[in-house]
């Protein structure tokens, strides 16, 4: 109970930051897409971290130890530090766009936006469901197996992934296209981020090295 608590007040921070990001610079609250991206967000967040909470609240935990100070290694902490500064950066962008109608983007394609990012956000928690030990972090635990069934068996990174079709949902979503470039320099961070925790996993975590020869693919299926 007490780290389903924690998670519940970091919730309520996180989101009130998200509402900063996305209202100020629309200049505004009325702004329906910015208010059905906050709720879609948030519902697709909750409802699995309350399932973690009742029946692992150790995944929960690992998951909460997230940010550029939970990483041990130097380049994680970079790129981890640099994807927040961009998610960021990508918000209020399209905030700005929406607010100076740079882009013309129809409902239809917000609503599309939107779904994008409850599908992208819902692999990256689906996956702390199937693996315990994914956490936000680069870490080895002691007791800690390779998983390659479910996600794990169509790509080696399923929670960036998700992350990669969540990015891409974020700007229209909010009314934007012009923020869709930004995507580019955040798949760079990724690639940076996944190439140095393989070579963690493949020093410390038996059994890594024959999985990679099981999955191919580190994020999209033939692709890469």
Do not use: C
């Amino acid at each position: 109970m007490k780290i389903g608590l924690q998670a519940a007040m970091s919730s309520v921070v996180g989101f009130a930051a998200f509402a900063i990001l996305v209202f100020a610079p629309a200049g505004t609250f009325d702004y329906w897409r910015g208010w059905a991206f906050i709720a879609v967000f948030a519902a697709v967040s909750i409802l699995p971290s309350i399932y973690l909470a009742v029946h692992d609240p150790a995944a929960l935990r690992r998951r909460m130890q997230a940010g550029p100070r939970a990483e041990t290694r130097p380049v994680q902490k970079f790129a981890s530090a640099m994807a927040f500064l961009l998610i960021a950066v990508m918000i209020v962008a399209s905030a700005l766009d929406y607010r100076f109608g740079w882009s013309a983007v129809p409902t239809a394609v917000s609503v599309l936006g939107n779904a994008l990012v409850a599908t992208g956000l819902g692999i990256a928690m689906l996956v702390v469901i199937q693996n315990s030990y994914a956490a936000a972090n680069i870490q080895v635990e002691a007791g800690q197996t390779v998983v390659s069934t479910g996600l794990y068996g169509l790509v080696r990174h399923p929670m960036y992934a998700g992350n990669v079709i969540m990015m891409i949902g974020v700007p229209p979503a909010l009314g934007s296209y012009w923020a869709l470039l930004l995507i580019f320099p955040g798949l760079v961070l990724l690639d940076v981020r996944i190439l140095d925790e393989e070579k963690l996993l493949r020093a410390e975590l038996d059994g890594y090295d024959e999985y990679i020869q099981k999955v191919r693919y580190r994020l999209v299926p033939y692709v890469w």
